[in-house]
């Protein structure tokens, strides 16, 4: 039975969980602040990289609202939203979407953050973070997260995002 959310577009239906993550961790995180017990800040940490992923690849669909399963991409877009590498999906977004993420974050953070720098800091610094976090009961020591740095990063591109899809 198709529900109203499988008439949305891939894009959309992800744009729409990434911003429910994201808000997840920031209800876990003021938990956090309330209880002064950080037991949950893994719980902070997955839910922002799992958002900024879905986002990322939300983005690089941004134009493309025939898709709505992943049956209907081709072999080599079904590689890139498998892969969690977020580098990897920063390239494939609009050059305008990076320029205005770029020019955001630079005012924000008051340094020159062009769209290579961060490339570059998502590559060095994220490099599959997520799925490093995702499985630090292994054993894993877990990537270290700049958590504002990735709150910015989440709400330029969303903004960044909006703008293009209402031009």
Known sequence: MKTDDDKKSLALRAFNDAKKYF??????????????????????????????????????????????????????????????EFSKLFDRIPGSIKDAVSLRLSSEFGSGLDKVELRRRLKKEYKAAFVKWRYIHEGGDGAKIDISF??????????SAVSFKSA
């Open 23 to 84: 808000e997840s961790a920031l209800i876990l995180e003021d938990h956090i602040s309330k209880a002064g017990n950080a037991n949950v800040a893994p719980g902070v940490v997955l839910c922002l990289l799992f958002a900024l992923e879905l986002l990322l690849k939300a983005i690089v669909l941004i134009d493309r609202d025939e898709i709505y399963a992943t049956s209907d991409l081709d072999r080599d877009e079904k590689k890139l939203l498998d892969d969690h």
């Open 150 to 159: 990735v709150k910015q990063l989440f709400r330029a591109l969303v903004d």
